[in-house]
């Protein structure tokens, strides 16, 4: 009887620690469609989010490569075209590319604040030395 | 046993970093008595200015000097600045430190930011400076004891933007080891905080010439354009103080804006209603702002640029309004950016 009992203890011990294998899970491919707002505005490192009526500006991407300016504001681009991130799963850098215009690109900086997906862009749309940062936010 | 060596190694340790302490963080208190330079200058011309230097030695060591002048980011003082000196431990010139180069006791910085850092802009009123840092080409050895006296001969050519200007230029005299630090040791005549560091904020040095507009850093302003130089696709942001001196405006409690814009093709846009769009913001102690976005506030096309645009502050009926210099000439501002 106690040998029945060591052999069965050894046996659910092998099974105990049997390993398991677990296929890695990969990276998912970041998704920005839809329509994002200016959650915040700096100018050269000032708060200008209050100074300037940003509230109306949209910038709508698809899922097929398409972007949308609505109520213009300065920003990297000012017409319609298509967009690309460097790498859909591990972007570094996304590149707007406006109809009849040339490509422009910026870093892709996607943060999670409070659980929200939020996009830093920062570019130049006038004087080199004037450097802005949007801090866009999905709106629906 | 132990515990004895242990006490004796504690007490060499001590005695080996009070030692360590005093070759590396010890050096010369620092001080620029006199600054020569002439009182204006034309854009374009070499400013000649002499720093006269005196230093008290604390201890003995080798050490190189930083000279740092506070000046226009327009100028482009790193391309457009020499230095040399002459001194009672010998004679030499100055060149650009690399802002790869980070400050001694400068949290990272290089030594620009650490200057900015700590001197900020030195009183001048738009914040459009940098400071252009240089480092003295070979060490020189101290003793303890030493009083060294010596000059920095500075040549700036002034006003590479073309814009006559006033301004209060700033120079700042250190050491590459001790940043801007300062010890308790009283020095007879290096002040109470004995600072290995010195700076002298000079008085306002006018640029004469030029084709562009003038930029006053030196004398408070009615209104100031923020950022100072922006084209028509930025943001840009008017401010208008009514502290500065009596106005027409004075106890109105809305202030608009009035502007004239030139485009590129010679067209002429007038923006002067008293409505929401022209409304100036206050932010308290009686200064009110406005941020435009010129392309959209004139409503040019796709095809036009915005050159330069005229305005004035007026009230809420239009009718008393404040130009430049509280005259009845409107404020003037090119869109450029050099």
């Known amino acids: 009887m106690k040998c029945y009992f060591i052999l069965t203890t050894f046996c659910l011990l092998l099974y105990a620690c049997k390993v398991e294998e677990i296929s890695p899970v990969g990276e998912a491919p970041k998704n920005i469609s839809g329509s994002w707002k200016v959650l915040k505005a700096t100018r050269n490192g000032t708060d200008i989010t209050s100074a300037f009526d940003f509230t109306q500006f949209r910038v709508k991407f698809d899922s097929a490569g398409n972007y949308t300016i609505v109520n213009k504001i300065p920003f990297l681009v000012n017409t319609n075209g298509t967009y690309s991130l460097d790498d859909p799963a591990y972007p570094f850098k996304i590149t707007f590319t406006p109809q009849g215009g040339t490509a422009v690109a910026t870093s892709f900086n996607y943060i999670t604040t409070a659980g929200i997906r939020q996009l830093n862009l920062t570019f130049v749309p006038g004087c080199d030395l004037n450097a802005y940062i949007y801090t866009l936010e999905k709106d629906n | ?338």
């Open chain 2, 1 to 338: 046993m132990l515990p004895r060596l242990n006490i004796k190694g504690r007490k060499i340790w001590m005695l080996s970093a009070l030692l360590l302490i005093g070759i590396v963080f010890s050096f010369c208190h620092i001080k620029i008595s006199k600054v020569t330079i002439p009182a204006s200058a034309k854009v374009g011309d070499v400013v000649p200015i002499q720093l006269d230097i005196d230093e008290s030695c604390n201890s003995g060591g080798s050490d190189r000097l930083i000279l740092g002048v506070l000046m226009p980011k327009g100028w482009k003082g790193t391309q457009n600045m020499t230095a040399t000196y002459k001194s009672s431990k010998g004679d030499g010139s100055f060149t650009m430190v690399p802002l790869t180069t980070l400050a001694a006791h400068g949290d990272g910085k290089n030594w620009p930011d650490y200057m900015r850092a700590t001197f900020g802009i030195a009183g001048n009123l738009i914040d459009d400076m940098e400071w252009v840092v240089m480092q003295s080409d070979n060490p020189f050895t101290y003793a303890n004891g030493d009083k060294i006296t010596g000059s920095i001969f500075i040549n700036l050519k002034v006003g590479a933007d073309d814009n006559p200007t006033v301004v209060k230029l700033a120079y700042v005299v250190a050491n590459t080891t001790n940043g801007f630090t300062s010890d308790t040791y009283f020095d007879e005549g290096y002040g109470p905080t004995a600072e290995y560091y010195n700076q002298y904020i000079g008085d306002c040095f006018t640029v004469t010439g030029g084709s562009g507009d003038l930029v006053d850093f030196c004398n408070p302003q009615l209104t100031t354009i923020s950022p100072p130089k922006s084209l028509d696709n930025d943001l840009v942001t008017i401010s208008f103080d009514s502290n500065v001196t009596e106005t027409a405006l004075s106890g109105s409690d809305e202030v608009y804006l009035c502007a004239t814009g030139t485009t590129n093709d010679g067209q002429t846009i007038t923006i002067c209603e008293q409505t929401a769009k022209t409304l100036m913001e206050g932010v308290g102690s009686g200064r009110y702002e406005i941020t435009i976005w010129p392309r959209s506030f004139f409503g040019i096309s796709d095809n036009q640029t915005l050159t330069n645009m005229t305005y004035f502050i007026t009230d809420k009926t239009g009718t008393k309004q404040v130009g430049y210099g509280n005259t009845t000439a409107p404020f003037t501002y090119k869109f450029k950016c050099g």
